[in-house]
């Protein structure tokens, strides 16, 4: 091994070991466990306890191969454990012993209990295998008080000493000076946590301070700092209703906290930090039962900024939270007859439904109206709007006459589907006769149901909508949504890939463009090479390949280690979580193609993070210092085809709003060609962009296409096309390459 | 001597059947009068713009459009409407189609160019008929138009343009077959029962230069059976089939053509067009019915449901157009019968050889109506109008308007000893626009050259006056 070589894995080593004290905070920076571990020196013999336990669960985890998702866990328990022998006793060989045992059995425990919770409502192990192995290996030696610190007793008021304590119990550091260090490394880490941590801390401390004003507290200080930040940050989306879960969460570890006390004391035991973990469990428990309200995403924990944007991009991008996503229920362009909270039946609860008619200058038929087959929507087919068991059909009753209702047989003739997740979902008032559905069928969404009738409480043929909780009928509606659909508007359609249609909203199903689907795959082992140039500088190469990661997720990685993952489900194309370093050109893509319908689309709006956006430090500082959560930009896309090139021009307008009034407008570009995909990326930032100027026009990046690649599968040779004309491409944009 | 006295000449005696109120057929129709389009007075509108006159409604024209659209918009996935330019290439009717969202459907190099100049991009035209000359293939295939190949050696010539280009052109292929309801046109494209439909598809599919993505067929024109389209659909998605199976290539969509009736009446067709001509939706829910059928299993296979094209003509502008004529004077024929020469004949309504199209005096007719032959202007015997149609009394000068008449009469229209009238539209907006001005001398005689020797008619000095 070379010197650089083993450099590289020293390097790698420390990288590892540093992020594994920073995900005690629930992140893997290693900056911010640079910290941490600086922290934990206020007292050397934990820091080395620490380092010992941490040494121990690394070799036990290598000698018994444990799983990769169980070694974060075991990492951050074993810390635990060994910071806190070290702060309590690591004095004698008997100590080290303990150290040892209690290791173990923390590493052993979180083995065992990582997939039980899991199993058990997707619940973390969080720090409850360190707690258990303290209470178990703690009383070898009765416990002594903490040795003491290196550093000198500080004079603080008393709150804030009390805080900044805590803050230090958090890596066993009872210094002030050593939880400045960890809200320091929180606020690298995250700003929302710190102030989590902050108001957690009042919020528990408050509490306390009614519950047991004169009774002599063991730290707990740090639990209800842990419950707020990974109830409030961690696991719920950042917001008041997260906040005030956050709060609650802090609160309950003090109860929890002077119970477990008083039961352990005797014993000379602390409850370290089983409250907070308590706390934690019973609420995300509970929250998740609770299903709607409260947005706790369990499956994937994360930084409250990465759920600031997931929350953004979801709402934006797959409709509102906790609705159930449908796909459009018939063909071509009809009109909402009445929506959500409707004027005329959709009230208590059945206030999530959608009737569907369709009218055309004001009028929903020809002639004279008296006959059904006048409306235009009489006889049309009926899609099933998700896939699905038909659990129920109807099929017997009689169409009314225009105008007359029959209330009696409400939903007249109907298709209950069972869809995905238990929801059943309702299409009511078809055609007497017309339904092709059987009762036991499997249908998939688009398959014909039957035909728009005016059976039922239906005055007039529509299609009714809506989707209930149970298998009765009638029984309450939950919210739901239409998918990948085209809402008409005075100067052109608009594209959604979600939307609730309000009442009158015209809107049709938007159909997938297979050209377009095909010239966008990207299969594993794609490797895209462009050539990159700013401002008309000289051509640099770039390149990426997608690759697929262990859990499914298709990303497309550059070679400089930033990526984002993307998703193409054969009716729209679309990046998101944008991860490493900073790589202006996957950045450029992102905005350029970042929600890439491949439907017959023109015009559709998205709203990606402000990260992707180019901008100067200052400009990233202020927008550091006034976004906490991350700012979201405008992006207003369109798109047409464009000959004689044979390209798909699709045109952006991202505008960043850095303050009220104050907005900075980019420009990207990207041509898409059948046979190419990608062949061109352009952006441009107006007279307004915060860069300079190079020349007078503002400021400009582009990417062309130079090569397609693929890379080599066992049997299967790599291949690679390069553009050999690039004429060819550089045609396709205006002359001199400039967008327009 | 005689004198002389007003008498009446003798009118041999003949047997009249009785044509006026109720008979045991039901009412009569000649209550029926046209004395305003779209609320414009007929009168006035002669008054303003002459007779004869071509009139066409932009809203009934949009109206037609939007029905058609929605007809199979509402019970296909993906259709693209096509109109067919045969029919009818005045700018302003295409215009008001284009804007409507349909594409172009030109048969000649002619035409071609025609939706070019009316801003129709290349990508948004079909090309379709059995002689495109190979300077408009290569436009055509330079700037991305759908052609459709009609024959092999249109295939060889197409084939040689597209290597000129270099790129792989995507063709459609013509077809021919029976339907079992329909004569077929055996003389377009390539027949399918013999196998060269098959052959055809192999060949395009083993090009380098072409790519087969697309089956066009045009069953015939004014069917009015929409089981016909249901039986050609099947035979287009069977033939499909066999087409991707065999030479692996994917086809991207299916244009069935046009031929869809309109509200008009062929001669020798007993039914009224009221009960005989089915609707938009009749014709919708039998082609994508059999589509729906089909296509089934498309999607379970990894193919996209094709999409359908349409190439609709009569039935979108023929009662959006109507002719208004004047009577220029009555006569009595020998066996009876009333005959009445109108100031437009076959040369202007040049589809009354085929049609006996609705007509209607502008007033309401007094007197009782007889059986009334109407002719034209022209000199010669065929120039008839209406073989035998119920009329009032009519005087000089009295309009009639023939409806429906949008279809194929601007395109087929004759300048036989007479000028081609002024062509007015009624706009959606209200007030109303001349679409194509009247001839005159300088417009039919511009394209002629006189040799300097044949520039005078008489010559000098020559004079054979007796």
């Known amino acids: 091994m070379t010197r650089s070589e083993s450099l590289r894995v020293l390097t790698a080593r420390a990288r590892t070991f540093l992020s594994g004290y920073s995900s005690v905070l629930f992140t893997e920076r290693p900056a911010v466990g640079a910290l941490c571990f600086a922290a934990t020196w206020a007292f050397p013999r934990a820091a080395l306890g620490g380092m010992a336990a941490v040494a121990v669960s690394a070799l036990l985890s290598h000698a018994f191969a444990l799983p990769e998702g169980v070694r974060r866990a075991v990492f951050v328990n074993a810390l635990l454990t060994g910071l806190t022998l070290g702060l309590f006793q690591l004095s004698s060989w008997l100590g080290l012993f303990a150290l040892l045992l209690a290791t173990l059995t923390a590493t052993w425990i979180t083995a065992a209990l990582t997939p039980l919770l899991w199993r058990l409502g997707e619940l973390p192990v969080l720090s409850l295998p360190f707690s258990l192995a303290l209470w178990l290996w703690l009383p070898i030696q009765p416990a002594a008080v903490p040795a003491a610190g290196l550093l000198p007793l500080m004079v603080l008021p008393q709150p804030l000493a009390d805080f900044l304590k805590s803050l230090g119990w958090i890596f066993l550091s009872p210094h002030p000076l050593a939880g400045a260090l960890v809200l320091a490394a929180l606020a690298l880490a995250s700003r929302w946590l710190a102030w989590l941590a902050v108001s957690g801390f009042a919020a528990g401390y408050a509490v306390l301070a009614l519950w047991a004003p004169l009774a002599e507290v063991p730290p707990l200080g740090f639990n209800f700092i842990l419950a707020a930040m990974t109830v409030g940050g961690i696991y719920a989306a950042p917001g008041l209703g997260g906040f005030l879960l956050a709060l609650f969460a802090a609160a309950l570890a003090v109860p929890i906290g002077l119970l477990l006390s008083f039961w352990l004391s005797p014993l000379g035991l602390y409850p370290f930090s089983a409250p907070f973990v308590a706390a934690t469990l019973l609420l995300l428990s509970g929250g998740r039962l609770a299903g709607r309200g409260i947005y706790l995403s369990l499956a994937y924990p994360a930084l409250p900024e990465r759920h600031a944007e997931a929350l ?94 029959n209330a009696r047989e409400n939903w007249g003739n109907y298709v209950l589907i069972r869809a995905a997740g238990g929801v059943h979902v309702l299409l009511a008032h078809f055609r007497h006769g017309s339904i092709a559905a059987t009762q036991g069928a499997w249908v998939k969404a688009g398959d014909v149901l039957g035909g728009c009738g005016n059976s039922g409480r239906s005055p007039q043929p529509h299609i009714h909508l809506h989707v209930q909780e149970g298998r009765a009928l009638g029984s309450p509606t939950r919210p739901f949504h239409l998918v990948n659909l085209m809402q008409r508007e005075p100067e052109g359609s608009l594209w959604w890939p979600a939307r609730r249609p309000a009442q009158g909203e015209r809107l049709g199903p938007a159909h997938t463009d297979s050209g377009l689907a095909r010239a966008l795959v990207l299969p594993a082992g794609r490797r895209l090479c462009f050539e990159t140039r700013e401002n008309g500088g000289p051509w640099r190469y770039w390149e990426a390949e997608t690759v697929i990661t262990l859990t499914g997720q298709t990303r497309l990685a550059a070679v400089g280690g930033a990526s984002a993952a993307f998703v193409h489900t054969g009716s729209v194309l679309a990046f998101f979580d944008r991860d490493g370093p900073a790589d202006p050109w996957l950045d450029l893509l992102l905005l350029a193609v970042g929600l890439t319908p491949l439907a017959d689309a023109r015009q559709w709006r998205d709203s990606p993070p402000a990260r992707l956006f180019p901008v100067k430090p200052a400009m990233r500082a202020w927008l550091w210092l006034t976004r906490p959560l991350g700012a979201f930009l405008d992006s207003c896309y369109q798109r047409a085809w464009q000959e004689p090139q044979g390209v798909w021009r699709q045109s952006a307008v991202h505008l960043l709003t850095p303050a009220p009034g104050w907005r900075v407008r980019l420009e990207t570009l990207a041509l898409i060609s059948p046979h190419g995909g990608l062949v061109h990326l352009a952006a441009r930032g107006g007279a307004d962009c915060p860069f300079d100027p190079a020349q007078g026009r503002g400021w400009q990046r582009e990417m062309r296409l130079a090569s397609v690649g693929q890379n080599a599968d066992e049997g299967i040779p790599a291949w690679k096309v390069t553009v050999h004309n690039i004429d060819d491409i550089a045609r396709l944009t205006d002359n001199r390459g400039e967008i327009s | 001597m005689k004198q002389s006295s007003p008498r009446k000449t003798w009118v041999a005696p003949s047997i009249r059947s009785h044509n006026s109120g109720l008979n045991k057929f039901g009412a009569a129709r000649h209550h029926l009068v046209t004395e305003a389009i779209e609320g414009t007075p007929v009168a006035e509108l002669i008054a303003r713009f002459g007779s004869p006159l071509f009139v066409f409604s932009e809203k009934r024209l949009r109206e037609n459009a939007r029905r058609l659209k929605r007809a199979f918009a509402t019970r296909w996935p993906r259709v693209i409407n096509a109109w067919s330019y045969k029919t009818n290439y005045l700018g302003a009717v295409c215009n008001t189609l284009h804007q409507e969202g349909y594409w172009a459907e030109v048969v000649s190099a002619f035409e071609y160019e025609k939706a070019r100049a009316l801003g129709v991009p290349g990508n948004r035209i079909i090309f379709n008929g059995p002689y495109k000359p190979l300077a408009a293939l290569e436009r055509a295939a330079a700037e991305g138009a759908r052609i459709h190949l009609d024959s092999l050696d249109e295939l060889y010539s197409l084939e040689e343009v597209a290597r000129r280009l270099g790129k792989a052109l995507p063709v459609g292929i013509r077809l021919n077959f029976d339907t079992g309801l329909t004569d077929p046109w055996s003389r377009f494209g390539f027949n399918l029962e013999s196998g060269q439909a098959l052959d055809a598809a192999r060949r395009v599919a083993s090009s380098p230069h072409l790519k087969l993505t697309g089956l066009h067929s045009h069953i015939g024109t004014f069917i009015t059976d929409p089981r016909a389209y249901a039986a050609a659909v099947r035979i287009l998605t069977a033939f499909m089939d066999t087409v991707e199976t065999q030479t692996g290539t994917l086809i991207e969509y299916l244009d069935i053509g046009g031929g869809f009736a309109s509200r008009n009446a062929l001669q020798g067709v007993y039914l009224p067009p009221e009960q005989l001509v089915p609707s938009p939706e009749q014709y919708a829910e039998a082609v994508c019915d059999a589509l729906m059928a089909g296509t089934r299993d498309r999607e379970a296979r990894g193919f996209p449901r094709p999409v359908l094209v349409l190439e609709t003509g009569r039935a979108v502008v023929d009662d959006a157009g109507s002719l208004i004529t004047s009577v220029a004077s009555n006569k009595r024929l020998p066996d009876g019968r009333r005959g009445v020469v109108l100031d437009a004949g076959v040369n202007l309504l040049f589809t009354a050889f085929w049609y006996n199209h609705d007509v209607r005096p502008a007033r309401r007719p007094e007197g009782i109506p007889e059986e009334t032959v109407l002719y034209g202007p022209l000199c010669m015997n065929i120039d008839v109008m209406r073989q035998s149609v119920q009329m009032p009394p009519l005087v000089v000068g009295d309009l009639l308007v023939f409806n429906p008449a949008g279809a194929y009469n601007n395109s087929q229209w004759l300048q036989f000893i007479e000028y081609r009238p002024n062509v007015v539209m009624l706009m959606e907006g209200g007030g109303v626009e001349v679409v194509r001005v009247r001839e005159d001398l300088a417009v039919v005689t511009a394209q002629e050259r006189l040799p300097e020797r044949l520039s005078r008619p008489f010559s000098e000095g020559c004079d054979d006056a007796v």
Do not use: C, K, M
Not at chain 1, 352 to 369: A, M, N, P
């Open chain 1, 312 to 405: 953004r991009l979801e709402a934006v991008r797959l409709g509102p939270h906790g609705s159930v996503p449908l796909a459009v229920p018939f063909l071509g362009e009809w009109q909402v007859y009445q929506g959500f909270d409707g004027e005329h039946t959709h009230r208590g609860p059945w206030r999530h439904g959608l009737d569907f008619f369709i009218v055309e200058e004001g009028r929903s038929f020809g002639g004279e109206g008296r006959l059904l087959t006048d409306y235009h929507a009489f006889g049309l087919p009926v899609l099933a709007p998700a896939a699905g068991e038909v659990v129920a059909v109807r099929d017997g009753v009689a169409d009314n006459p225009p105008g007359e209702v």
